[in-house]
């Protein structure tokens, strides 16, 4: 592996963190009973706030578990203008396969080379693969909210993206 000064990966970098520029992408993204489609960051905006869920793989139990909470508050966050996407780095057929089984009710965006993963800080670099983590980027293109380790199990990490999306008060 090509380590950089740091001994880190070259590219790495810690998860955004709110206030920061969100970085923008162009990925391939699967949705439920549907054609893949391309996802572009910057035309999402103008429509509400974006809310990106990074998993790890598709089909693996504890994945599974957190994309079907973010999808049985789906309408919830809908209500409040949230175009919710799931992400990492598995392909489109994988993609296509997992939404074949569960039918989330968001698309789930395929970042295969890694690209945005490791934009927004969840690269794990020895697995090769994205991490948990959750991202909610404002209209104005700016990271809102970050839970940088996600943990589907948690009631408070869900309560905590709610309240930072405004829809569950204090």
């Not at 429509?47 to 869920?53: D, E, I, K, P, S």
Request: net charge negative.
């Amino acid at each position: 592996m090509n380590e950089g000064a740091n001994g880190r990966e070259p590219g790495l970098r810690e998860p955004v963190r709110p206030g920061e520029p969100a970085p923008d992408f162009e990925l391939p993204a699967v949705p439920d009973g549907g054609e893949p489609f391309t996802v572009r960051l910057r035309e999402l905006l103008p429509r509400g706030r974006v809310l990106l869920v990074f998993y790890q793989d598709d089909g693996m139990p504890i994945c599974t578990s957190e994309l079907k909470a973010f999808a049985q508050e789906y309408a919830t966050l809908r209500g409040a203008g949230v175009q919710v996407f799931g992400i990492n780095t598995n392909g489109v057929n994988s993609h296509a396969k997992f939404q074949e089984r569960d039918h989330f009710p968001f698309p789930l965006i395929s970042d295969f080379y890694g690209e945005a993963v490791k934009a927004y800080g969840f690269w794990d670099a020895e697995e090769r693969k994205s991490r948990r983590g959750v991202v909610v980027v404002g209209r104005d293109g700016r990271v809102e909210y970050v839970v940088p380790h996600f943990n589907p199990g948690s009631i408070a990490a869900f309560e905590g993206v709610f309240r930072a999306l405004g829809i569950l008060g204090d």
